[in-house]
């Protein structure tokens, strides 16, 4: 499992204290102390060193607790300063182009296609750079509210962003409050969410209006199924789906007069819930995304904080910014989490193996085999249950399902030349991750 995190770096000077919920409660990044950047360089010149310095911070940081890659959110020509911190460092990055920014366009019409593709021609000229993110050798690309692109264009638009960009592996931000649409999803190579809160003036699927008041554990079942069925869609097409956590979040130092509801942190409680629930969308080879590791504004941040020395505390308020479950600065609680979660995480499914299996029942076998790799993973899952899994009498007709995929799958990995005992000894190692829930997931994977 790759971990990754978004990163920004569009600040404005002097701007922060006043614009966050943190600047207001007098907690500031940790790393404002040893160089002043989101105080006096928020813009981010990079030409700055202590900007760089902050950045190699946040990059340590990222490589020390566990996060894999950063989808940064920044113009071309700051690109190159960071990828080579990223490459010092040891970590991956792209970028997570901001659609509606680069379009100027609230809703993308079929006019404002051409700015995207001229963007793309910039970003490609870093796909080469070491420490560019690839998937599958394939350099990564991510695009934030592509559901905001017209249904009219979103066909064309990804075709030209394709061509223009080659070989490339594209990050779509299309899970939101909707019935999921397959002829927009197969467009691309993953889907995500960048953040599934939503205003209390937006409305959902089918007129529903959220629940301002719905908060933690209550704000992940509400979210639940409409995640679900774009997990589901995504899978029966073959795309990816990387799941979202976020700490928390908290607009109404920048946005005081939407008045926006807040998720607060309670803390650190809401992040760990939050990482729980993703679970269920997450195998050996899955990708989770955070949100974020410093957007500051909407107070999504995981990037270290501490309460401010007296000399810093200049802002008091007696606006209502905050609630009592989300004031207390969480120091490296939440790296910590990730860190942690991480190292015990244990998958209990192989998603490549679900989506093989049921294409095999819709094409012919020779098109989902796929590398050698994953093929042996699939004839020792297809193993574990016909030798292994105990299965009820009333499932024979199940058991004798599995058994005839086992067989089509076993005979081509003879041909590609593994033997029998190889694929037993893979059996064993992908037991552990079916050690609960087992027969309710041999029929989620042949659903």
């Given at each position: 499992?790759?971990?990754?995190?978004?990163?920004?770096?569009?600040?404005?000077n002097?701007?922060?204290?006043?614009k966050?919920?943190?600047?207001?409660?007098?907690?500031?990044?940790i790393?404002?102390?040893?160089?002043?950047?989101?105080?006096?360089?928020?813009?981010?010149?990079?030409?700055?060193?202590?900007?760089?310095a902050?950045?190699?911070?946040?990059?340590?940081?990222?490589?020390?607790?566990?996060?894999?890659f950063?989808?940064?959110?920044?113009?071309?020509?700051?690109?190159?300063?960071?990828?080579d911190?990223?490459?010092?460092?040891?970590i991956?990055?792209?970028?997570h182009?901001?659609?509606?920014?680069?379009?100027?366009?609230?809703?993308?019409?079929?006019?404002?296609?051409?700015?995207?593709?001229?963007?793309?021609?910039?970003?490609?000229e870093?796909?080469?750079?070491?420490?560019?993110?690839?998937?599958?050798?394939?350099?990564?690309?991510?695009?934030?509210?592509?559901?905001?692109?017209s249904?009219?264009?979103?066909?064309?638009?990804?075709?030209?962003?394709?061509k223009?960009?080659?070989?490339?592996?594209?990050?779509?931000?299309?899970?939101?409050?909707?019935?999921?649409?397959?002829?927009?999803?197969?467009?691309?190579?993953?889907?995500?969410?960048?953040?599934?809160?939503?205003?209390?003036?937006q409305?959902?699927?089918?007129?529903?209006?959220?629940?301002?008041g719905?908060?933690?554990?209550?704000?992940?079942?509400?979210?639940?199924?409409?995640?679900?069925?774009?997990?589901e869609?995504?899978?029966?097409?073959?795309?990816?789906?990387?799941p979202?956590v976020?700490?928390?979040?908290?607009?109404?130092?920048?946005r005081?007069?939407?008045?926006?509801?807040?998720?607060?942190?309670?803390?650190?409680?809401?992040?760990?819930?939050?990482?729980?629930?993703?679970?269920?969308?997450?195998?050996?080879d899955?990708i989770?995304?955070?949100?974020s590791?410093?957007?500051?504004?909407?107070?999504?941040?995981?990037?270290?904080?501490?309460?401010?020395?007296?000399?810093?505390?200049?802002f008091?308020?007696?606006?209502?910014?905050?609630?009592?479950?989300?004031?207390?600065?969480?120091?490296?609680?939440?790296?910590?989490?990730?860190?942690?979660?991480?190292q015990?995480f244990?998958?209990?499914i192989?998603?490549?193996?679900?989506?093989?299996?049921?294409?095999?029942v819709?094409?012919?076998p020779?098109?989902?085999?796929?590398?050698?790799?994953?093929?042996?993973?699939?004839?020792?899952?297809?193993?574990?249950?016909?030798?292994?899994?105990?299965?009820?009498?009333?499932?024979?007709?199940?058991?004798?399902?599995?058994?005839?995929?086992y067989?089509?799958?076993?005979?081509?990995a003879?041909?590609?030349g593994?033997?029998?005992?190889?694929?037993?000894?893979?059996?064993?190692?992908?037991?552990?991750?079916?050690?609960?829930?087992?027969?309710?997931?041999?029929?989620e994977?042949?659903?």
């Amino acid at each position: 499992m790759l971990i990754g995190a978004h990163y920004y770096a569009w600040y404005k000077n002097n701007n922060w204290q006043q614009k966050t919920i943190r600047g207001h409660l007098q907690q500031l990044p940790i790393t404002q102390f040893e160089n002043n950047w989101y105080r006096n360089s928020l813009s981010f010149p990079i030409s700055d060193p202590n900007s760089l310095a902050t950045v190699r911070q946040h990059f340590e940081w990222c490589k020390q607790y566990g996060i894999d890659f950063l989808f940064v959110s920044c113009n071309k020509e700051e690109l190159l300063p960071y990828l080579d911190l990223a490459e010092e460092v040891g970590i991956k990055l792209s970028v997570h182009i901001e659609t509606l920014g680069v379009t100027q366009e609230k809703k993308v019409e079929k006019e404002a296609i051409g700015k995207l593709v001229f963007h793309a021609t910039r970003v490609k000229e870093w796909f080469n750079h070491p420490a560019w993110f690839h998937i599958d050798g394939k350099p990564v690309v991510a695009y934030y509210v592509t559901r905001q692109i017209s249904d009219d264009c979103i066909e064309d638009a990804i075709a030209k962003l394709r061509k223009v960009f080659g070989p490339v592996h594209i990050f779509g931000d299309e899970v939101w409050w909707q019935t999921p649409k397959p002829n927009r999803l197969k467009l691309f190579d993953t889907i995500f969410a960048y953040n599934m809160y939503i205003n209390k003036d937006q409305k959902m699927d089918k007129g529903r209006v959220v629940n301002p008041g719905v908060t933690g554990q209550g704000y992940l079942e509400m979210i639940a199924p409409y995640e679900k069925s774009y997990f589901e869609s995504a899978r029966a097409l073959g795309v990816r789906f990387a799941p979202t956590v976020l700490p928390g979040y908290n607009d109404r130092a920048v946005r005081y007069d939407s008045d926006h509801y807040i998720l607060p942190r309670e803390k650190g409680l809401f992040f760990s819930q939050y990482l729980d629930y993703a679970k269920q969308y997450l195998a050996e080879d899955s990708i989770l995304l955070i949100t974020s590791f410093n957007e500051w504004y909407e107070d999504s941040q995981i990037e270290p904080v501490l309460e401010a020395f007296p000399e810093y505390k200049a802002f008091q308020t007696d606006l209502n910014l905050f609630c009592e479950r989300d004031f207390e600065p969480y120091g490296f609680s939440h790296l910590e989490t990730i860190f942690s979660f991480k190292q015990t995480f244990k998958p209990v499914i192989l998603a490549p193996l679900a989506l093989k299996i049921e294409q095999v029942v819709k094409e012919s076998p020779q098109n989902v085999f796929g590398s050698d790799k994953e093929l042996l993973d699939s004839c020792a899952l297809l193993y574990y249950h016909t030798t292994v899994l105990p299965i009820l009498e009333t499932d024979r007709l199940l058991k004798q399902d599995i058994q005839r995929k086992y067989y089509t799958y076993a005979e081509e990995a003879h041909k590609r030349g593994f033997s029998a005992k190889q694929i037993k000894v893979r059996a064993k190692e992908l037991a552990h991750f079916f050690k609960v829930n087992q027969d309710s997931l041999i029929r989620e994977t042949l659903k």
